[in-house]
T-cell receptor, first 114, second 115 residues
């Protein structure tokens, strides 16, 4: 049973436009959410996070939105740049949870075209 | 070093051989994770160590896989009698702070190819 779902395996966006990556979760116990970015042949790197007490967190071009009632979060990248092309993983966490308190989605491959 | 270090970065082995993959977490990080990523797939959880607690081995795919963490620091993932389906990138990550919070810091991964 997938507790964290990224239903779009890929997304293609034009440079300068907004990229919206979506993530849904099923476990209402999750209280902390993270996004990671992964380039080929590299380990994932942390991008941005949000606590369940907030509904929005912004860091430069990256904003994460959390809708707890819908159990949905999204990552917005504005404006998108070719260097943003990577696989983006959503992750959810709570103390006492399984898999080391952290569950990853399967990732969405973002391609930003010049 | 400052980051999570994994070795070897690349390993090619023959089917049936044993392999050992090593992870040096960030100093002071009490939590250590192993994941693997097969071609075109997401991150597959393998095992989790937290301090002196018993590890969470629920993600290990078979009894050919084992891992240990000595002295609360370095970890070794061992795959016995490797199979071709074991070919993947094996990623190690560490984290500080309370369980359930904070970001993971990943290593560059060990790419395993089983011929």
């Amino acid at each position: 049973d997938q507790q964290v779902k990224q239903n779009s395996p890929s997304l293609s966006v034009q440079e300068g436009r907004i990229s919206i990556l979506n993530c849904d979760y099923t476990n209402s116990m999750f209280d902390y959410f993270l996004w990671y970015k992964k380039y080929p042949a590299e380990g994932p790197t942390f991008l941005i996070s949000i606590s369940s007490i907030k509904d929005k967190n912004e860091d430069g071009r990256f904003t994460v939105f959390l809708n707890k009632s819908a159990k949905h979060l999204s990552l917005h990248i504005v404006p998108s740049q070719p260097g943003d092309s990577a696989v983006y993983f959503c992750a959810a966490s709570y103390y006492g949870g399984s898999q080391g308190n952290l569950i990853f989605g399967k990732g969405t491959k973002l391609s930003v075209k010049p | 070093g400052a980051g999570v270090s994994q070795s070897p970065s690349n390993k090619v082995t023959e089917k049936g051989k044993d392999v050992e993959l090593r992870c040096d977490p960030i100093s002071g990080h009490t939590a250590l994770y192993w994941y693997r990523q097969s071609l075109g797939q997401g991150l597959e959880f393998l095992i989790y160590f937290q301090g002196n607690s018993a590890p969470d081995k629920s993600g290990l795919p078979s009894d050919r896989f084992s891992a240990e963490r000595t002295g609360g620091s370095v970890s070794t993932l061992t795959i016995q009698r490797t199979q071709q389906e074991d070919s993947a990138v094996y990623l190690c990550a560490s984290r500080s702070g309370q369980p359930g919070t904070g970001e993971l810091f990943f290593g560059e991964g060990s790419r395993l190819t089983v011929l």
